[in-house]
């Protein structure tokens, strides 16, 4: 009817429909009587539905139109998973946040027991929780100290309508809304205002802005100047350095670059993760396998990590999606490291369902641990290195080490050694296990399979789903070492662990802060991203480790990328300085201060004389007298020039000179009108010692100017 069921309900009550009350959900329901409803509601349920006893008609057309929504919906949620990772910020605290939000929500989902419900399961959980019985770290309890029913719900609907960025706090989401900045003009005339001016404070620059658009704009206040310099200054603070101090920016910041049993009927179907200490001890300590079978073929592959963590995992993952493409189910059990916000992340981005197995239950991984068990049964116990599988045999191996080194003792001095070797590195025997993989076990026969893992890949015909575009599977790496992955750019590049890694894109970023990526078995280079978009800026490199030379181009192509990038922000701040003429500005303000206090005038306050004893005596005591003759005004006026001239001498601040000797001159002619002071003659004394060719001069001069006047 395209009304609301309240509209419908209301006109059904007014003009009282005839219908029974059925039991349902919520209790009694009403049914109306399809042949006693009225007529204009008869003939639109006819246009719509069709004839009232065509029920399958009815039923199909109900179940199109709902499997129509339905389909919408969920390619809406896909697509906005799909995104997610790439279009949620990097390194943020909003994105902690929504990984550790994640990582909650996560467990909570795998902790629903069918037999009692969702809710009395969650209720659960968030006692556990609360009580921080749950294996979560301090560092989640920290961001989200309490949880409660309301929160998981509200969590679980955000995140299915929107995906990672549904449970991402909107932190800035006011960013470029302030006075100034959604002003264009105000926020040009402060531009060129730091232009003329770059070490303008947040007062002046309030009181500047009062008077250029007085009763115009809004006007801000300077508390809030003062912030919005500061955050002009942060966000262009390369550019600002090269307003400031063109030295310093040339000497910090330019650039110098040099130096991856449910039926499974299909490829991909299921893959299962796990990982296991190695029984193989290396030369650097011993490390764990890390490793994921695809179920249909039993094709595995491994990475060595010194312990299971997130970036180990998710490097894993980068390089069999490569080489296998993508996996519809992926099973991982309940350890921190395949629950972490990062692994979690990955799954959902990647539209890969993860299957937790239950604590405690490695047979539901059966077939990655199977591989594991074949493995360090098999060729591993015969590796050097071999500690054995258990307690019992390393007690037995260790006992044959210590007759070992009893033999040791009785042999002659500089006989071989008996002792178990340990030689093999932690690159050497992963190589060798991968070597093992692709060379021994994919073409050993498989008793359940009835094949070899090669055999049944290149059997069956199917289409695989991939995803080649490393740039999106670059994501999947671990952030480089400290700083939550952020860096930033200086003018020799980008400085990991000591080394340095260049690119000629990071011309334009020398002096801002980006997030690296990188693999950690390839430390000839990172990846860059912008930590804000989390748009992919470059592949940086290290020379030395990539194998690439560093040519002159490199750093030509660096150098014209920044100048180009700081040419365009110095334009538009030259553009805001040419609309604005601020180079009088202090003026201009005093003048407008005064036209706003010009003809202000205080009220005279009531006043009275003061006397006292002392000043009535004072005033009584004074004598009249008749004041000087012109005589004696002459010879003051006189006697005060001479002082004044001797006072202007001793203070320094007379008659300024072009040169030595017009200052000597100077001098010589008040000495002789006896006005010279015992400083200026000492100074005279020590001219004529030293200039005596110009004292014969001065005493020729000032003789024949005496001969004269007489």
């Known amino acids: 009817m395209g009304k609301s069921k309240r509209t419908i309900t209301l006109r059904a009550n007014r003009e009282e429909w005839s219908f029974v009350s059925l039991e349902g959900r919520g209790g009694l329901i009403p049914h109306y009587h399809a042949d006693k409803l009225p007529s204009d509601i008869q003939l639109k349920l006819r246009e719509t539905q069709g004839a009232r006893d065509d029920i399958e008609n009815r039923a199909f057309h109900a179940a199109e139109f709902y499997r129509d929504v339905e389909t919408k919906r969920t390619q809406r949620d896909v697509e906005l998973k799909r995104n997610s990772l790439l279009t949620a910020p990097l390194n943020l605290e909003g994105n902690k946040r929504a990984s550790v939000t994640l990582a909650i929500l996560k467990l909570a989902e795998a902790s629903i027991n069918e037999n009692i419900g969702k809710t009395a399961s969650w209720n659960s959980f968030v006692e556990l929780y609360n ?22 719900l509200r969590w679980e609907k955000a995140y299915s309508e929107k995906g990672v960025a549904g449970i991402t706090p909107k932190y800035g989401k006011t960013k470029g809304k302030g006075i100034i900045d959604s002003c264009s003009e105000m926020s040009r005339f ?79 179907q299921l893959w299962e993760f796990d990982s296991t200490p190695s029984d193989v001890n290396c030369n650097n300590g011993r490390h764990s396998i890390i490793g994921v079978i695809d179920v249909f073929t039993r094709r595995v592959k491994v990475v060595l990590k010194p312990t299971s963590n997130a970036e180990g995992i998710a490097l894993l993952i980068r390089n069999t999606i490569l080489d296998w493409g993508i996996p519809e189910v992926a099973k991982t059990d309940n350890g921190k490291d395949y629950l972490s916000a990062h692994i979690l992340a990955i799954w959902d981005a990647l539209e890969i369902h993860n299957h937790i197995t239950n604590p405690y239950s490695g047979w539901e991984k059966p077939f990655i641990e199977r591989f594991f068990r074949t493995f360090s049964h098999g060729i591993a116990e015969m590796l050097s290195g071999y500690i054995g599988h258990n307690v019992s045999d390393r007690e037995k191996l260790s006992a044959r080490l210590s007759f070992a080194k009893r033999l040791i003792e009785r042999r002659e001095k500089g006989a071989e050694n008996v002792a178990i070797d340990v030689s093999l590195s932690s690159d050497e025997l992963e190589a060798f296990i991968n070597s093992w993989i692709d060379n021994h076990y994919d073409h050993t026969y498989h008793s359940e399979l009835g094949c070899t893992p090669f055999e049944k890949f290149s059997q069956h015909r199917q289409t695989i789903k991939r995803l080649d575009n490393e740039r999106v599977l670059d994501m999947l790496l671990a952030p480089v070492p400290s700083q939550n992955g952020n860096r ?149 006026a006189r006697r005060r020039d001479e002082l004044n001239a001797i006072e202007a001498i001793r203070n320094g601040s007379g008659p300024t000179y072009k040169n030595e000797h017009e200052k000597a001159r100077h001098y010589t002619q008040l000495k002789l009108d006896g006005l010279l002071g015992p400083t200026e003659k000492a100074w005279l004394h020590q001219y004529r010692r030293d200039n005596r060719r110009a004292a014969q001069m001065l005493d020729k001069l000032f003789n024949q100017t005496e001969s004269k006047g007489k």
């Open 190 to 268: 402060c531009v060129a205002l730091i232009h003329e001016f770059p070490h303008v404070k947040g007062e002046r620059l309030a009181e500047f802005l009062q008077m250029e658009f007085e009763g115009k704009y809004e006007l801000p206040s300077p508390s809030t100047c003062r912030k919005w310099l500061k955050t002009w200054k942060q966000e262009n603070h390369v550019t600002f350095m090269s307003l400031v101090d063109a030295s310093g920016w040339q000497n910090k910041m330019m650039v110098a670059f040099g130096s991856r049993s449910a039926v499974v009927e299909r490829i991909n």
């Open 488 to 636: 930033t750019v200086g003018k020799e590049g980008i400085s990991v662990g000591g080394i340095d890694y260049i690119h000629a894109e990071l011309g334009a970023f020398v002096g801002e802060r980006v997030h690296c990526k990188h693999n950690p078995k390839d430390i000839g280079k990172i990846y860059v991203f912008n930590p804000v978009t989390g748009g992919f800026i470059c592949e940086a490199f290290n020379p030395e480790l990539a194998g690439n030379e560093i040519t002159m181009q490199h750093a030509i192509e660096a150098k014209r990328i920044q100048k180009a990038k700081l040419r365009e922000e110095r334009d538009a701040i030259k553009r805001a300085s040419k609309e604005y003429d601020v180079s009088n500005v202090a003026m201009k303000f005093l003048q407008y201060r005064e036209s706003q206090n010009k003809g202000l005038t205080a009220f005279p306050k009531p006043s009275e004389q003061y006397t006292s004893s002392s000043t009535e005596s004072i005033e009584n005591g004074t004598q009249k007298t008749e004041g000087y003759t012109p005589e004696q005004k002459d010879e003051l």
């Open 131 to 152: 009580k921080r019985e749950l294996d979560f770290d301090d560092s989640t309890y920290q961001i989200k100290p309490h949880l409660s029913l309301r929160t998981l």
